[in-house]
Every structure is written in C-alpha cells, then in structure tokens.
C-alpha cells in the first residue's frame, strides 16, 4: 500500500520537474509530505483506486485546482485545504493557475488508524470510520476555508521548531485529527466547485488579458464577448487566480515592465505604452509601489548588478 501513494508522489514531481519528496512517517499508517510544484500548467496523475486511505492536502502558497472528475473543479489557495479518500482522486487533472503550488500532505491508513490508533488517541472518537463518514461520505472530497485553529496546527506542521522537528509534528498531526474530529463544518466554509466549462472560459479570458497587456479591457466587454455575468465573470476569476482581474493583470504589467527594464532599451514612457499606461506617471506611480523604486531607479540598479 504505502509503495502505492509513493509512486504517485514521485510521478507528480516528476510530472513538475521537481525533486521528489521527502516522506515522514510520524506513526504507523500516518505519513507526511511536502509538495512543491512549478513551471507547468497542469499536469496528470493516475493510480489505482486506495479507498482506504485518507489524503489531506493544505495549500501553504501558491494556488493548485483540481479536476474532480465529476465535471467541476476545486481550487486550494494559501490557507485552504481538502480531504478525500485515494479511490476520488485515481485518475485526476492538476492546474497550476499561477504556476506555482507548496503545500503538504498527510496520508492515513484509516483501517489502520481505526484497529491501531496511535496510543493517545486510543479510545477516542477519532478513528478511521468516523472521519470517513464525517469528511469523505459517498467518496467525495471536501475542500474547506481553514480557520485560525486549523492554519495554527498547520503551520506546526511545516515550521515546526528545529530542536523537535519530529516530536513536534507527531503532536501536530494528533492535534489536527482531534480538531478534524470535533469540528463543525459548515456550508460557509465550504469551497464553491466550478464547472469545467466556465474555468476554461476564465482561461481563455486571462489568456487574452495577459497576451494583450497594452490593452485594457473593460468588465462589460469581456462578459458580452464571453456571455458570461459581469459578477459571475469577476468571483470566477478570484476563486481561480486568487485575486481580482484588475489587480492580477496589473502584476502582470509591472513584471512585463521590470523585464522590459532589464533586457531593452526602450525609453520608460514606450515601456509604459507596451503595458497599458498612455500616462507615464501613473505607471511610475504603480511601479514604485510594487517594486519600491522609480523604473529609471531599477533601471540602473540591475544594470550595476550586472556589470
């Protein structure tokens, strides 16, 4: 079993040119691992069906979508997380929307966990029927808003203290299954799933914005010429991307920018035009706050560095 959910965890990383992940058993039949992946789309994974095994997925940074299967797409971003038993997830699609995802993972044998608890959770409420019942009924998979608890045990989990890293993680991962046990999950914290059609519309509409950033695109027309709502445009392109059309494709425009600083000659009000600024100023104005320095100050500081 255990050589099983390896493999997929090396076959992702190897899908993202990745190293593989380090795996650490914190008790028999509970496993972590760190997930890092960047410089693709998306990618495929496959495996056969593990209904007994439990998968918790928590998004650190980045922001990671999955095809479900079913038609609909969830999207984890930093804070969020998922769970769901390995026969849900065996033949599955991974979007990369920002081309970057970190996160961790922990896997749980719940056969395991329900017949050999690990010893301070034995007689407890928590074993492997009941957070099957409670978290993957009818072999879903729910993805949550993580409250303050939840992203506290999560961040012991993946900046525990050097001196007791293992120790630490071990109390970590009980903590988390006692919270998991008790918590009640509402539909507020539920993650909206999307329909695969209505993503791929938002990709082709980031696609245009980003291959035209010396345009400029107004709500209303991207809705006519995608017969999308406005409002429906806008929450779709947030839960996706992470953040609103205007302040996506504004960074964007000051990385296009920045590179155009570092690789041409173009004067700074022609940089401006090509990233949708007719108003030199203003797009000084908005490089000096991503960036904390004027363009022509940039300018001359990479030009240092590279002497």
Not at 33 to 51: I, R
Not at 281 to 288: A, E, G, I, L, Q
Not at 289 to 306: D, G, Q, V
């Amino acid at each position: 079993m255990k050589q099983e959910y390896h493999g997929i965890l090396s076959s992702i990383h190897r899908d993202t040119g990745e190293n593989p992940p380090e795996i650490l058993e914190l008790y028999p039949g509970i496993e972590l691992s760190f997930l890092s992946a960047s410089g693709k789309d998306a990618f495929h994974v496959c495996h056969a069906p593990l209904p007994q095994m439990l998968e918790i997925n928590y998004c650190i940074s980045g922001r990671m979508g999955w095809d479900m299967g079913n038609g609909n797409r969830i999207y984890l971003g930093p804070g969020d997380f998922s769970l769901n038993t390995m026969d849900v997830c065996g033949d599955s699609a991974i979007t990369l929307p920002n081309g970057s995802y970190e996160g961790l993972a922990i896997y749980i044998d719940l056969e395991q966990l329900t017949a050999q608890p690990p010893a301070p959770l034995a007689g407890s409420p928590v074993t492997g029927e009941a957070l099957r019942e409670k978290y993957c009924k009818n072999g879903t998979c729910m993805a949550l808003a993580g409250n303050e608890t939840i992203q506290q045990i999560f961040a012991g989990l993946y900046v525990p203290p050097k001196e007791m890293q293992l120790a630490w993680q071990k109390i970590k991962v009980l903590e988390l299954l006692l919270v998991l046990s008790q918590m009640e999950v509402g539909q507020e914290t539920h993650l909206t799933e999307y329909r695969a059609e209505q993503v791929e519309i938002i990709r082709q509409i980031h696609d245009q914005l980003t291959d035209h950033l010396e345009q400029r695109f107004s709500i209303e027309s991207l809705s006519k010429q995608y017969l999308m709502n406005p409002t429906t445009l806008k929450q779709l392109f947030k839960a996706v991307y992470g953040t609103s059309i205007a302040a996506h494709i504004r960074e964007h425009r000051m990385a296009y920018a920045a590179r155009l600083l570092q690789s041409s000659e173009l004067s700074i009000a022609e940089i401006a035009q090509k990233v949708g600024y007719d108003s030199q100023s203003r797009f000084s104005s908005v490089f000096k706050e991503k960036y904390h320095m004027l363009p022509k100050a940039y300018r001359r500081n990479h030009s240092t560095e590279s002497i």
